[in-house]
């Protein structure tokens, strides 16, 4: 079993920054994809996010030259690094990590960009 604790999360002015921490726990190795999705109220969840084992990175354009990815994978933990921020990144955010074919969720942090 996997279980998945963020943190984080805060109210930042828009042009700030936050990095958010996802930490994977249990008995386990090789975790496959790491990623990030977001929820806005009244909007879908979007994939912003992800990292696969092989050390490949993709981002939702909208967050692309701001957003950074990375992973320990020593310590089954992955970052989101979030720098000039905008009002419209407000969501709360979700980790997840792919294992064995399943996906495992982050419980969520909320991220508010607002002066």
């Known amino acids: 079993q996997v279980q998945l604790v963020e943190s984080g999360g805060g109210l930042v002015q828009p042009g700030g920054s936050l990095r958010l921490s996802c930490a994977a726990s249990?008995?386990?190795?090789?975790?496959?994809?790491m990623g990030w999705y977001r929820q806005s109220p009244g909007k879908q969840r979007e994939l912003v996010a992800t990292?696969?084992?092989?050390?490949?990175?993709n981002y939702i354009d909208s967050v692309k030259g701001r957003f950074t990815i990375s992973r320990d994978n020593a310590k089954n933990t992955v970052y989101l690094q979030m720098n000039s921020l905008k009002p419209e990144d407000t969501a709360v955010y979700y980790c997840?990590?792919?294992?064995?074919?399943?996906?495992?969720w982050g419980q969520g942090t909320q991220v508010t960009v607002s002066s």
């Open positions: 990292s696969t084992s092989g050390g490949i990175t």
């Open positions: 249990g008995s386990f190795f090789g975790i496959d994809t």
């Open positions: 997840f990590v792919d294992w064995v074919m399943r996906r495992y």
